[in-house]
């Protein structure tokens, strides 16, 4: 299995401010035949199923805010929040959708606002 | 966009089989690749398979022997069956439609979540 662990486990941030999470992936989930990164990114509140907000590493699905911006490629992967809202307060995961199954999430980041 | 409803038991013994269904409004089941997702507070969220709406279906490893999923395109439904249960099978139980956007995907909707129990 793709091991998927996310940095750091909770994160507090002040109203306006950036905030950035971190993911890495056991191997590789670039796709080298279309050049595609197979990585989402989602968050989840309490109470609540987890919502796409990133797919493709960096294409942000309809209706999510431009605040959200995905980057990363390989291994390596960032979700950026550029100007903290109050309603971003949740637990952000990340989940690889490789060809190789199963797909695999990571163990999520609490967000909370400072 | 597709709403998704779960449905079933909220609570199961041990050694039963745990049975759940997915309700699809706003569009058809045909066409995409619905899955079945958990998550507890030991495993986080776990994926469990996938049906494609042609019947195909594809399921985690570590639950394979106990898995079957299949779908019902005339109620546009598809179902989880999980069987001999264990405390460790307790978990919110998720189901969500595939991306779409290749073969293998991420999820763009999921269901409000149901809870299963499963204790005596």
């Known amino acids: 299995d793709i091991v998927m662990t996310q940095s750091p486990d909770s994160l507090a941030v002040s109203l306006g401010e950036r905030a950035t999470i971190n993911c890495k992936s056991s191997?590789?989930?670039?796709?080298?035949?279309?050049?595609?990164?197979?990585l989402a990114w989602y968050l989840q509140k309490p109470g609540q199923p987890p919502r796409l907000l990133i797919y493709?590493?960096?294409t942000r699905e309809s209706g999510v805010p431009d605040r959200f911006s995905g980057s990363g490629s390989g291994t390596d992967f960032t979700l950026t929040i550029s100007s903290l809202q109050a309603e971003d307060v949740a637990v952000y995961y990340c989940?690889?959708?490789?060809?190789?199954?199963?797909?695999?999430f990571g163990q999520g980041t609490k967000l909370e606002i400072k | 966009q597709v709403q998704l409803q779960e449905s079933g038991p909220g609570l199961v013994k041990p050694s039963e089989t745990l049975s759940l269904t997915c309700t699809v409004s706003?569009?058809?089941?045909?066409?995409?690749?619905w899955n079945w997702i958990r998550q507890s507070a030991g495993k986080g969220l776990e994926w469990i398979g996938y049906?494609?709406?042609?019947?195909?279906?594809k399921y985690n490893p570590s639950l394979k022997s106990r898995v079957t999923i299949s779908a019902d395109t005339s109620k546009n439904q598809f179902s989880l069956k999980l069987d001999s249960v264990t405390a460790a099978d307790t978990a919110v139980y998720y189901c969500?439609?595939?991306?779409?956007?290749?073969?293998?995907?991420?999820?763009?909707?999921w269901g409000q979540g149901t809870l299963v129990t499963v204790s005596s």
């Open positions: 191997q590789s989930v670039l796709n080298s035949s279309n050049n595609k990164n197979y």
């Open positions: 969500a439609k595939g991306g779409g956007r290749d073969a293998y995907s991420d999820f763009d909707s």
């Open positions: 493709w590493a960096s």
């Open positions: 049906i494609y709406s042609s019947g195909s279906t």
């Open positions: 706003g569009g058809s089941i045909s066409g995409h690749y």
């Open positions: 989940q690889q959708y490789y060809s190789t199954l199963p797909y695999t």
